[in-house]
C-alpha cells in the first residue's frame, strides 16, 4: 500500500529511530490500546495480547530506524506485525495436546457488578473466538479496530470483494451463534 504522505506516524517514528523516549511515548500512547485490542480480541487471552502487543512494538523499534517513509503506512504495518504474531499464536495453540485448560485468572468483573453484562461479553467473545480465522480477522479489523473495508481488505491482502464476502458470512455465523440471545430480548 502506498502513502499519501499523510501518515500522522511517520515524524514519531523519526524519532523513535533517533531515541526520542517523548516520541516513543507519544507512539505508544497513540497504537498500544488498538494493538492490544486487536490481540485480546483475535487471541481471547489477555496475558498473550499483552505479549503480541510487546512483541509488535519491539519489531517497531527495531525497524523505526529503517524506516522508509512513502512506503505502507506504519499503521497499517503495525496491524499486519500484530496479526502475524497472533496467528503464530494461534497455529501453536493447535500444536499443544493437553488433557485439560490450563489454569486462567477470571478477569472479568466482580461478580456483583453487572453479572448480565459480562456473561453477554463472554458469549459475543466465545462466539467471536469459534468463527473461521479469517472472518474473525474481517470482523476484528472492520468492527472493532475501525476500519474500513479498504484499508482492512489492503491489510488482509484480499480484494474488498473477499473481505465483505467474509464479513458477511462471519456476521451470519455471529447472529446464528447469539440466536437464543436476540429470541430472549423480545
Request: glycine share 6%; aromatic share 4%; with cysteine.
Amino acid at each position: 500500500m502506498a502513502s499519501d504522505g499523510n501518515d500522522p506516524d511517520e515524524a514519531l517514528l523519526a524519532g523513535v529511530g533517533r531515541g526520542d523516549p517523548a516520541a516513543v511515548r507519544q507512539l505508544l500512547d497513540r497504537r498500544l490500546p488498538r494493538i492490544l485490542a486487536l490481540a485480546r480480541r483475535m487471541l481471547n487471552d489477555a496475558v498473550e495480547a499483552e505479549d503480541v502487543a510487546q512483541e509488535t512494538f519491539l519489531r517497531a523499534w527495531k525497524q523505526a530506524k529503517a524506516w522508509k517513509p512513502g512506503g505502507a503506512r506504519f499503521d497499517t504495518w503495525l496491524h499486519r506485525v500484530a496479526l502475524n504474531l497472533c496467528y503464530d499464536r494461534l497455529r501453536r495453540r493447535r500444536e499443544i495436546a493437553t488433557d485439560s485448560p490450563p489454569e486462567q485468572v477470571d478477569a472479568g468483573p466482580a461478580p456483583d457488578a453487572g453479572l448480565l453484562s459480562a456473561d453477554l461479553s463472554r458469549r459475543v467473545e466465545t462466539a467471536l473466538a469459534a468463527l473461521p480465522p479469517r472472518q474473525r480477522e474481517a470482523i476484528v479489523l472492520c468492527h472493532h479496530q475501525g476500519l474500513g473495508n479498504i484499508e482492512a481488505a489492503e491489510l488482509m491482502e484480499i480484494s474488498v470483494e473477499a473481505l465483505e464476502s467474509l464479513l458477511s458470512r462471519g456476521r451470519r455465523a455471529l447472529k446464528a451463534s447469539l440466536a437464543d440471545l436476540a429470541e430472549a430480548g423480545r
